[in-house]
């Protein structure tokens, strides 16, 4: 059986009249990245704050890293590190400053907090700006050293929300390849961003929350085969073949503006057959291209119309 490194079952949480989170069960497995979508307002960030015990629930029962998060808070921030929206860093101090206050935090010994601040400035690449004030520091530099403090205290299960906000792409991209270098050393990842694409391609399972309840959950591709919408598009060189082959197929849209024929389906077989009928009546394709849903269409298919905004 699959060890869990965070199990959740029913949990509530509420504002005044306002309901944040209504019955949310999740179960995230050792050493795997787990991805919480939603749009803003969803609860996506009540639900970190509550599972890193930094406000209580209402409702529910909840294990992190073994720990029940009600009887026993002090072990579950024994075996936590926290990366949220905002840097954390002082900007005051410089990087090998930032992680050796850190390490002071965790009551390591001196010796132990200047091992493991050096260590983690060469590995997140930070080793040449390690005397320089954080204030001097790019946005990436910044979001990799806020990381690096969370590592200090060596958790097993790191909840990164929306780490990459405002990163540009290239900074986002090694931010992705530290988090898969972490999941590889065994260390469990719970995410929530805005950028699809980040979950889709560093998640190993995805929950989909909308108006503080889980709507869907499962592998990206499982998500997407949830919306219908794939389909094949064929391009021609002139009216007269795209006119032909619309005839032919039966169904489809044309465009006579970019001689193009759009026909539901993606599935191998269904190109397959479309293309051999194509064939048999000599009609030549110039271009194809497949169109499988992404999460994209997943979220603005799934998800509600957003009303005013909860936290």
Do not use: C
Not at 93 to 100: A, C, D, F, V
Not at 142 to 159: C, E, K, N, Q, Y
């Amino acid at each position: 059986m699959t060890n869990l490194a965070i199990a959740a079952d029913g949990l509530r949480k509420s504002y005044r009249d306002k309901i944040v989170l209504d019955g949310v069960d999740l179960a995230v497995p050792e050493g795997t990245v787990f991805a919480l979508l939603g749009p803003n307002g969803a609860g996506k960030t009540t639900t970190v704050q509550i599972l890193s015990t930094l406000v209580p629930a209402d409702g529910g029962t909840v294990r992190v890293a073994g720990h029940d998060l009600a009887r026993d808070p002090d072990g579950v921030r024994g075996a936590i590190g926290v990366t949220g929206q905002y840097s954390a860093v002082d900007k005051l101090l410089t990087g090998e400053e930032n992680l050796r206050l850190m390490a002071d935090l965790h009551h390591l010994p001196r010796r132990e907090g200047r091992r493991r601040a050096a260590a983690l400035l060469d590995r997140f690449d930070l080793a040449d700006a390690a005397r320089k004030p954080a204030g001097t520091y790019s946005g990436g530099m910044r979001r990799r050293l806020d990381l690096a403090m969370t590592l200090v205290g060596d958790p097993r299960v790191i909840f990164l929300d929306e780490p990459t906000t405002g990163l540009d792409p290239r900074s986002r991209r090694a931010m992705w390849q530290i988090v898969r270098e972490l999941v590889a050393d065994g260390v469990t990842i719970f995410l929530t961003t805005q950028y699809l694409e980040e979950a889709d391609g560093l998640a190993d399972r995805i929950a989909l929350l909308d108006h503080g309840r889980l709507i869907a959950e499962g592998t990206a591709d499982e998500l997407k085969r949830l919306i219908p919408g794939g389909h094949v598009r064929l391009a021609f060189a002139d009216a007269g073949l795209l006119d032909a082959a619309h005839r032919i197929v039966g169904t489809g849209t044309a465009d006579p503006d970019t001689l193009t024929l759009r026909v539901p389906g993606d599935g191998v077989r269904a190109i397959r057959e479309l293309l051999v009928a194509l064939d048999e009546h000599a009609i030549d394709v110039a271009g194809l291209t497949v169109h499988t849903p992404d999460l994209d269409d997943v979220f603005l298919t799934l998800t509600g119309p957003q009303k005013e905004p909860v936290r």
